[in-house]
């Protein structure tokens, strides 16, 4: 039996264990640095599959490293899996989808690995949609959890199959003013207006906007403005997202709006707090032939009534699997769970993550992942390729 072979009959063995768990997860939505329940069920199916599975990882309560290891020397290759949910709304995002897919991704590329050599690995990485403690990968990066991979895949549920897009660098940071509280009306002399600062931050923020590059976004929200219309605010908070096209100009954009705010704070006399809440996120390098070599499985499966994105715009989104990218060759295409167009973080999204072609996806995209990891396994080469062209693509 070829390795192909031996692959495609476990997935296809193993696949409604993993739509169980995939619909499991989707029924119990935690939201990062929360996902006992959703890290659980993947990490005791890693321990079922023959995974050396450690907890409670780079910082992440949640978070896990599973690996497998072959007794035969050969590359070292990430699967990266996500589970959290959206506030509110749920797994608006399919990552009920995704951290099954690529367990099971593993689980099958770990039935011919002994006989091949190397290191199969998965990450369980909390909070890619943000929040507390969120966006992980960038702490497995900074704690070194990349630096002995060759290579990191994963793939994304989404409306249409489509190649690794570019993402958008963001700093989500938090703005808070600390001023004095005074009776508004018989003595606002004596008191520090806090919310001033704040808005005074907002439309400085505004009036930045005219002034940068067309690839930034800034977008915020007041978190507090004061508890009563009578007392001079003591406190005021604001929480901004800004992005940018590259680290560089992210950089940049970033020490801009720290003026704003030490600005803000002189004209009212407010001391301030300002920085991250949460751990940055870095844009997506494209590592082009890393997703050819996914696509030509995509051919291989002749998968019917296929929709492929053959344009790949910048997404005005952000991720922190570009963390990842911005170390070692990285992808994330999508795979299709509607035969209609779906906005993602919406009510149609959460539906299709649990719908019959969306449990169908795992089963898919396992097997792309799969025989994608095989062709660096078994072809050294192609593994050096995808490397240069990575670094090649830093460097630019």
Do not use: C, H, K, W
């Given at each position: 039996m070829s390795n192909i072979t031996k692959i495609q009959s476990y997935i296809k063995e193993s696949l409604p264990t993993y739509q169980d768990l995939a619909l499991d997860i989707h029924d119990h939505p935690e939201v990062s640095n929360y996902e006992f329940y959703s890290s659980e069920v993947l990490v005791k199916q890693l321990k079922a599959e023959g995974f050396e599975v450690q907890y409670d990882v780079a910082g992440h309560r949640t978070g896990f490293d599973a690996r497998y290891k072959s007794e035969k020397i050969g590359p070292t290759l990430v699967f990266l899996a996500e589970y959290d949910a959206l506030p509110g709304i749920g797994h608006a995002c399919g990552h009920n989808l995704f951290g099954t897919t690529s367990v099971l991704a593993a689980s099958a590329l770990k039935q011919v690995v002994d006989e091949i050599g190397g290191e199969i690995r998965v990450y369980g990485t909390p909070g890619e949609e943000g929040g507390e403690n969120g966006s992980a990968k960038g702490s497995f990066v900074r704690e070194g959890f990349f630096e002995d991979v060759d290579a990191a895949l994963c793939v994304h549920p989404s409306y249409k199959y489509g190649k690794t897009t570019p993402s958008l660098a963001n700093d989500p940071v938090d703005i808070k003013f600390f001023g004095r509280a005074s009776h508004a009306s018989a003595a606002p002399e004596k008191g520090i207006n806090a919310l001033d600062a704040v808005i005074q931050t907002y439309n400085a923020i505004n009036a930045l906007r005219e002034h940068l590059p067309a690839d930034v976004r800034i977008h915020g929200v007041i978190t507090d403005g004061g508890v009563a219309a009578n007392v001079v605010p003591e406190f005021a908070s604001a929480r901004f997202y800004l992005r940018a096209a590259t680290r560089t100009t992210l950089n940049e954009v970033y020490e801009k709006v720290e003026n704003i705010v030490k600005g803000a704070a002189?004209?009212?006399g407010c001391t301030y707090e300002f920085g991250l809440f949460q751990n940055s996120v870095d844009d997506t390098i494209v590592t082009p032939s890393f997703d050819e070599l996914f696509f030509k499985?995509?051919?291989?499966?002749?998968?019917?009534?296929?929709?492929?994105?053959?344009?790949i715009p910048i997404s005005l989104?952000?991720?922190?699997?570009?963390?990842?990218?911005?170390?070692?060759?990285?992808?994330?295409?999508?795979?299709?769970?509607?035969?209609?167009y779906i906005a993602g973080h919406s009510i149609e999204f959460k539906a299709a993550a649990r719908s019959e072609k969306g449990l169908a996806s795992i089963g898919i995209g396992?097997?792309?992942?799969?025989?994608?990891?095989?062709?660096?396994?078994?072809?050294?080469e192609l593994v050096k390729e995808v490397k240069n062209e990575h670094q090649a693509a830093i460097k630019n």
């Open positions: 002189l004209q009212t499985q995509v051919e291989a499966l002749n998968i019917p009534e296929i929709e492929i994105e053959t344009e989104g952000s991720t922190d699997v570009g963390n990842v990218s911005q170390v070692i060759p990285t992808i994330q295409p999508t795979v299709s769970i509607s035969d209609t396992a097997e792309l992942l799969a025989r994608t990891a095989l062709e660096l396994f078994i072809n050294p």
